[in-house]
């Protein structure tokens, strides 16, 4: 494989890190990991990999499970709610973005799935992705994860489990727009009652901030009590501030832009026509894509 070719697999890794780590700029960090440990090697072992792009993706799922390992300690340490790091839509980058590292945008990256990704374990999440997402063989898997065939398959049987709840709403995306733009007038409009009819009774709201942008630190569950926080957000934003529809992560979305500068990002999961989650992050460091400048 030429120099070319292995740079070529560099958007292939980028995809595959994003889903498993859930941080677009954790993913950068393990893919550069990646190409450091290949540039590490002399000519003479380089060539004797018969399969370059399989040595990478190995390398780079090991790079992420060993992350995923250390990341539940972080992320107890974390100020506040932790979320994934939200994409837009990829016409949406920043201008100096490399189009190497933008993510694939499909249902494997929508924030309902994963959310429900951080509830697996490190060996579910790597067995699950490379198999259901990537299509690898779980004997491939196994000497990725350290476990033999069956059990990968076992792993990947368990996540699916888990996974299937994050996929219960087949709600189209035209049918989500139309719900999310209806919830951005009735916010812009400061109406309680409008909100809450387009909320489920059990809809939950987490926000993640990082201690670096203020928001409420803990989940808001209930219609009434989204509504009337939603407003009061309205109430407090200040004169430059305004809401805008956006694809987040591939599903339709909200961002809120002060002065020129997006400083909050709204994903949204819709079934049955009510939105039953809310995602809102603030965190200025897991923005960095939404930036133009």
Known sequence: MTDRAIVDERRQLINLAYRLLGSLAEAEDAVQETYARWYAMSREQQEAVEAPGAWLTTVASRICLNVLGSARARRERYVGEWLPEPLPDRTEWGATADPADRVTLDESVNMAFLVMLESMTPAERVAFILHDVFRYPFAEIAGIVGRTPAACRQLASSARRRIRAARASATPAARQATVVRAFKAAWEAKDVDALIGLLDPDATAVADGGGLAVTFPHPI???????????????????????LERTVN????????????????????????????????????????????
């Open 250 to 293: 591939g599903r339709p979305g909200l961002v809120a832009e002060q002065d020129g500068r997006i400083v909050t990002v709204f994903a949204f999961a819709v079934d049955g026509g009510r939105i039953t989650r809310i995602w809102a992050v603030r965190n200025p460091e897991k923005l960095r894509p939404w930036t133009t400048d």
């Open 221 to 243: 569950s209930g219609a009434a009590r989204i509504a009337r926080t939603w407003v009061e957000i309205a109430h407090l934003a200040t004169a430059g501030t305004t809401f």
